[in-house]
T-cell receptor, first 113, second 113 residues
Framework: AQSVTQLDSHVSVSEGTPVLLRCNYSSSYSPSLFWYVQHPNKGLQLLLKYTSAATLVKGINGFEAEFKKSETSFHLTKPSAHMSDAAEYFCVVRSSNTGKLIFGQGTTLQVKP | KAGVTQTPRYLIKTRGQQVTLSCSPISGHRSVSWYQQTPGQGLQFLFEYFSETQRNKGNFPGRFSGRQFSNSRSEMNVSTLELGDSALYLC????????????FGQGTRLTVV
């Protein structure tokens, strides 16, 4: 069965410093992986996706993620945090059997001024 | 293009009642998925519809049901509401089944009292 584990439930950074949100996946097949962001009282917005093309994936708002098969990781990074980045972030894998999206538990990113 | 529209945005129901939630996907999208989001369980897949047929189903009791119409709009019904059904219900639309990209609505916040 496929799954994702987000290693931190809460990450706090200062504005202008780098962001690292960690995600490990479990999959027997080449996975389709995603990062979604959810701002308070909003739906989910796709940040970026990996679907077996380039291992370094660039997304919106300056975010990127690197697929590392040897480490089964798909960590999300951003060089410089902005106050507007404060939100909940979800690492997601798509089930190869059913096609459904399987979500991690989420990481709350706090950005301090 | 208009985004995914979910109605109503907020709903308060009493235990034992039933509720119907609506989702209008992006124009041209034929797949609609439903997810339940709670603080304890996170985001969990309910079901996915494509071309008016349920294609995938999550591990929820039979009280949770859905349907999709010929214009791809979908409804989700929960009967005999329980307090634990209080959640944010999110709908996602995709062009095709098991697409690599899903677009989410803002959700319907259901409170059962």
């Amino acid at each position: 069965a496929q799954s994702v584990t987000q290693l931190d439930s809460h990450v706090s950074v200062s504005e202008g410093t780098p962001v690292l949100l960690r995600c490990n996946y479990s999959s027997s097949y080449s996975p389709s992986l995603f990062w979604y962001v959810q701002h308070p009282n909003k739906g989910l917005q796709l940040l970026l996706k990996y679907t077996s093309a380039a291992t370094l994936v660039k997304g919106i708002n300056g975010f990127e993620a690197e697929f590392k098969k040897s480490e089964t990781s798909f960590h999300l990074t951003k060089p410089s945090a902005h106050m507007s980045d404060a939100a909940e972030y979800f690492c997601v894998v798509r089930s190869s059997n059913t096609g459904k999206l399987i979500f991690g538990q989420g990481t709350t990113l706090q950005v301090k001024p | 293009k208009a985004g995914v529209t979910q109605t109503p945005r907020y709903l308060i129901k009493t235990r034992g009642q039933q509720v119907t939630l609506s989702c209008s996907p992006i124009s041209g999208h034929r797949s609609v998925s439903w997810y339940q989001q709670t603080p304890g369980q996170g985001l969990q897949f309910l079901f996915e519809y494509f071309s008016e047929t349920q294609r995938n189903k999550g591990n929820f009791p039979g009280r949770f049901s859905g349907r999709q119409f010929s214009n791809s709009r979908s409804e989700m019904n929960v009967s005999t509401l329980e307090l634990g059904d209080s959640a944010l219900y999110l709908c996602a639309s995709s062009e095709v089944l098991a697409s690599t990209e899903a677009f989410f609505g803002q959700g319907t916040r259901l409170t059962v009292v």
